[in-house]
């Protein structure tokens, strides 16, 4: 069975403080795929980032930047100088490599950035 | 192009009425996924469809929760009788065959009083 483990329930930052968001994940597949989605208070969920199992080279993307590392089965995500608008539930997900299976989502992270 | 369209964005209704909840996917996608979201439980898949057909429904919570996709563009979640603790966000989100990222809809707000 495929699990995602977010452990931090809430983070509160300073703004232009940096924050990492912890993800956790179970698979015995050998090959999968993992995401990140942000949840603003608007309510949508929106797609940020996708890597594949083979490719462990972590990914920057102007403040955002993702840590992947197979062999404590983590996918990190790290916001640097973080604003405001940063505020959102933040969730990771994960699906068999297959594709033809749905994404098995964490419990999301709550990040509040304080002005 | 249109994202996934949810319709109603809210809906209020009181126990034991009948509720339907309507998804446009985006065109040409050929898998549909319905999820609820409460606080204690998070983001939970309810059904899938692929190219209309129901692949798993193992997360719809009971027999009082059914849905349909009578064809590419068109989806709905029904449950009835509704009761309180199916209050929740129900969202709807698609994908292509190939691509594996879902898009995702604005979600509907339920509250069942």
């Known amino acids: 069975a495929q699990k995602v483990t977010q452990a931090q329930t809430e983070i509160s930052v300073v703004e232009k403080e940096d924050v990492t968001l912890d993800c956790v994940y179970e698979?015995?597949?050998?090959?999968?795929?993992l995401f990140w989605y942000k949840q603003p208070p608007s309510g949508e969920l929106v797609f940020l980032i996708r890597?594949?199992?083979?490719?462990?080279q972590n990914e920057i993307s102007g403040r955002y930047s993702w840590n992947f590392q197979k062999s404590t089965s983590s996918f990190n995500f790290t916001i640097t100088a973080s604003q405001v608008v940063d505020s959102a539930v933040y969730f990771c997900?994960?699906?068999?490599?297959?594709?033809?299976?749905?994404?098995?989502f964490g419990k999301g992270t709550r990040l509040s950035v304080i002005a | 192009d249109a994202g996934v369209i949810q319709s109603p964005r809210h809906e209020v209704t009181e126990m034991g009425q009948e509720v339907t909840l309507r998804c446009k996917p985006i065109?040409?996608?050929?898998?549909l996924f319905w999820y609820r979201q409460t606080m204690m439980r998070g983001l939970e898949l309810l059904i899938y469809?692929?190219?209309?057909?129901?692949?798993?429904d193992s997360g719809m919570p009971e027999d009082r929760f059914s849905a349909k996709m009578p064809n590419a563009s068109f989806s709905t979640l029904k449950i009835q009788p509704s009761e309180p603790r199916d209050s929740a966000v129900y969202f709807c989100?698609?994908?292509?065959?190939?691509?594996?990222?879902?898009?995702f809809g604005p979600g509907t707000r339920l509250t069942v009083l």
């Open positions: 989100a698609s994908r292509t065959a190939r691509g594996l990222e879902q898009f």
């Open positions: 698979t015995r597949d050998t090959t999968y795929y």
């Open positions: 890597r594949n199992s083979f490719d462990e």
């Open positions: 997900a994960l699906s068999r490599y297959s594709g033809n299976t749905p994404l098995v």
């Open positions: 065109s040409g996608h050929d898998y």
């Open positions: 469809f692929n190219n209309n057909v129901p692949i798993d």
